[in-house]
RNA sequence: GGCCCGUUGGUCAAGCGGUUAAGACGAUAGCCUCUCACGCUGUAAACAUGGGUUCGAUUCCCGUACGGGUCACCA
């Protein structure tokens, strides 16, 4: 942990929308790691103020997320802290409360325009924004207006000229036209604020230095940085973060959503990702450690390496053969007793009863980039599969099916009467008939395991196929192949 | 359409005026080996484009093209 650098107070405020988009854990990732690596805070907020959109158990899951991956939190929702609540909605009163005090302040104004004027000034034109019609009301006219009870909202008052400018830690200084900004509506209809006002406010009385989010929010920045300058207060740190994309079938490039597959954290859970290889996967999307060419990372070494300036401007496609090749190198380096405890449920639910799972386990250590491989790698082993093509004929061993056949028929009664399977006692089996026939063991051990697998690839060889295939079905499956 | 941002191999990316332009994934060749995988050793593959600035631009400035974002009583 650095001592030399400022601690600093990162958010992450997710809206519950039921589940965990891969980008929005990124975001939550950079902004936990960034509190991390200055010894900061790091505050969960719940930003629920639309109310159409709830979902149910949405918060459980964030909550869940951010716990499976390790991202602890010291503010937020269940946990509390100095600055709660944490959920917008709770915290309804707050927002009117500033609201109208903007008012006051002469930076806000209300407007009682109906929401079919609105409609109707869209229709005419689909990028003119609010007419600014209620700007001007005098004090009587929303005196006798409020007293009359109409509905009104809130909004924000933007200079007409001028120019707004702040600085992002990524993407440096941004520049906006205070002519191209609306008037933004900063508490609805209902009484929730709305995004652009809650969060600022939030942030504000949060403490939250750094600003840590997507960003498709660059342009809009300037609205909130006009805000904090009409409260008086101190602007934040903006951290915006370069998107993520995926990729279609047809090689186009788009902001990643649904239809590149799954995107959500528990998809790629069910899928058979490790948690660690998602996160560590996704620090490298936007972002570069410096000084190393190293790749695996566990969270403690992010929260030691993570630093702005290695984050990235430009977007970056989210590719599912890095992350395999990240979930295979974690699964490689788990230990045997997790590793069983993971790989052996997956195989239950697939094998028949004949198959050795221990045994397979071990072997697909080595060789499975997701578990959700399993099913498909070792369909093999639950069925006889038609011998396809002339597996016999290997150009190395010098093999032919003729051949093949021969050694089989040999080999057969040996099997037979074998007393120990295991694959020690099954190689010393082999390779002492090779010798005695003058054969290379690989002659054998190739006819053996095409007639057992039935496949020109598999995940170990002869002898370790028979041992997950067991004596019975082993000797089956060679008497099928002499008699083909 | 206006505004904002971006552009190094297929993908992630290092680079921060002078380099043989790293590294990783993927691809591919070979070694190892009871096939495969693991491991090891190689190979191919990139600075969007046109102008400047400079002794010298991948790097700085401007234009163009392309890509993305944003213009809601959604966040």
Redesign the pocket.
């Known amino acids: 942990m650095s001592e030399n650098k400022a601690p600093v107070c990162t958010r992450f405020?997710?809206?519950p929308?039921g589940y965990m988009h891969i980008g929005n854990l990124r975001t939550a990732l950079y902004a936990y790691l960034l509190s991390r690596a200055t010894g900061g805070k790091f505050i969960v907020r719940i930003?629920?103020?639309?109310?159409?959109?709830l979902v149910d158990g949405a918060v459980d899951v964030i909550l869940k997320t951010l716990e499976v991956t390790g991202l602890d939190y010291d503010e937020g929702p269940i946990v509390g802290g100095p600055n709660g609540p944490y959920v917008q909605s709770e915290r309804k009163a707050i927002y009117k409360e500033y609201a109208e005090k903007l008012v006051a302040l002469g930076h806000a104004y209300y407007?009682f325009?109906?929401?079919e004027r609105?409609a109707q000034l869209?229709e005419e034109n689909?990028?003119?924004?609010?007419d600014r019609h209620c700007r001007n009301l005098s004090e009587e006219e929303v005196k006798a207006n409020l007293a009359a009870g109409l509905?009104?909202?809130i909004r924000q008052k933007i200079p007409l000229e001028g120019t707004t400018t702040y600085t992002d830690e990524v993407?440096?200084?941004?520049?906006?036209?205070n002519k191209?900004m609306?008037d933004?509506?900063l508490l609805?209809?209902?009484g929730?604020?709305?995004?652009?006002f809650?969060?600022v406010v939030d942030d504000y009385l949060m403490g939250v230095t750094h600003v840590v989010r997507?960003?498709?929010?660059?342009?809009?920045t300037p609205k909130y940085v006009l805000l904090y300058d009409a409260f008086g207060w101190e602007r934040p740190h903006y951290v915006h973060l370069?998107?993520l994309?995926g990729?279609d079938a047809d090689?186009?490039?788009?902001?990643l959503s649904k239809r590149h597959g799954a995107v959500s954290f528990q998809d790629l859970v069910n899928q058979g990702f490790l948690p660690e290889a998602i996160v560590n996967y996704i620090a490298?999307?936007?972002?570069?450690p410096?000084n190393t060419?190293?790749?695996i990372f566990s969270l403690a070494e992010l929260r030691e390496l993570f630093s702005i300036?290695?984050?990235?401007?430009?977007?970056?496609?989210?590719?599912y053969?890095?992350l395999?090749?990240?979930n295979?190198?974690y699964i490689?380096a788990l230990p045997d007793e997790p590793y069983m405890a993971k790989a052996l449920p997956e195989l239950e639910k697939c094998c028949k009863p004949y198959v050795n799972r221990e045994a397979l386990a071990v072997?697909l250590h080595?060789?499975?980039?997701c578990f959700g491989d399993i099913e498909e790698t070792v369909k093999f082993v639950n069925e006889r599969l038609p011998m396809e093509g002339d597996l016999y004929t290997?150009k190395?061993?010098k093999t032919t099916p003729e051949g093949c056949k021969e050694v089989l028929g040999e080999v057969l009664p040996i099997l037979e009467k074998a007393e120990a399977w295991d694959?020690?006692s099954?190689?010393e089996l082999?390779k002492a008939y090779a010798e005695e026939k003058g054969l290379?063991?690989?002659a054998v051990?190739?006819a053996?395991?095409v007639a057992v697998?039935r496949?020109?690839?598999?995940?170990?060889?002869?002898?370790?196929?028979m041992v997950v295939l067991g004596k019975e079905e082993t000797v089956e499956r060679i008497k099928l192949a002499i008699a083909e």
């Not at 689909?126 to 609010?130: A, D, F, L, T, V």
């Not at 929730?192 to 652009?196: G, V």
């Open positions: 405020a997710p809206s929308t930003e629920d103020t639309d109310r159409e959109r407007c325009c109906s929401e609105l869209h689909e990028n003119g924004g609010y509905p009104y909202v993407f440096g200084e941004i520049s906006m036209e191209e609306q933004q509506i609805k209809a209902d929730y604020p709305t995004y652009n809650a969060h997507g960003s498709e929010y660059l342009t809009s370069p998107l994309m990729k090689g186009k490039i788009s902001k490298h999307l936007g972002w570069c410096k060419n190293e790749e300036d290695g984050i990235n401007k430009s977007p970056a496609v989210f590719d053969e890095k395999r090749w990240f295979s190198e490689k072997l080595s060789r499975l980039a290997n190395k061993n694959n020690d099954l190689f082999l290379k063991a690989g051990m190739w053996v395991r697998a496949q020109a690839v598999t995940p170990g060889g002869a002898t370790e196929l």
